[in-house]
Nanobody, 115 residues
Framework: QVQLVESGGGLVQAGGSLRLSCAAS??????MGWYRQAPGKQRELVAV???????NYAESVKGRFTISRDNAKNTAYLQMSSLKPEDTAVYYC???????????WGQGTQVTVSS
């Protein structure tokens, strides 16, 4: 079993920055990432990082968001810069443990970008 605790969401003006954190406990993690869901829209993948640091991003956030992780702390980070109102959503951390097939979800953290 994996538990995920997210932090770092909040309200920011357009053009501003926020950093989300996701701490995993219970098992060592292979892939970690972030999804987001805006009101009335489907949940979408934002970014994902493997244990060796290889990262992939949604086209809409490339060049603005950076995902990273600290394996010793079993924690992933999402640095969000140049935020836009369309980035407003609930952001969910996801994680897949080493040797596991299940994906675990965090409780979600609200990010609101005002224009």
């Amino acid at each position: 079993q994996v538990q995920l605790v997210e932090s770092g969401g909040g309200l920011v003006q357009a053009g501003g920055s926020l950093r989300l954190s996701c701490a995993a406990s219970g098992r060592s993690i292979n892939r970690m990432g972030w999804y987001r869901q805006a009101p009335g829209k489907q949940r979408e993948l934002v970014a994902v990082v493997t244990r060796d640091g290889s990262a992939n991003y949604a086209e809409s956030v490339k060049g603005r968001f950076t995902i990273s992780r600290d394996n010793a702390k079993n924690t992933a980070y999402l640095q969000m810069s140049s935020l836009k109102p369309e980035d407003t959503a609930v952001y969910y951390c996801v994680a897949t443990p080493i040797g596991g097939v299940n994906t675990y979800w965090g409780q979600g953290t609200q990010v609101t970008v005002s224009s």
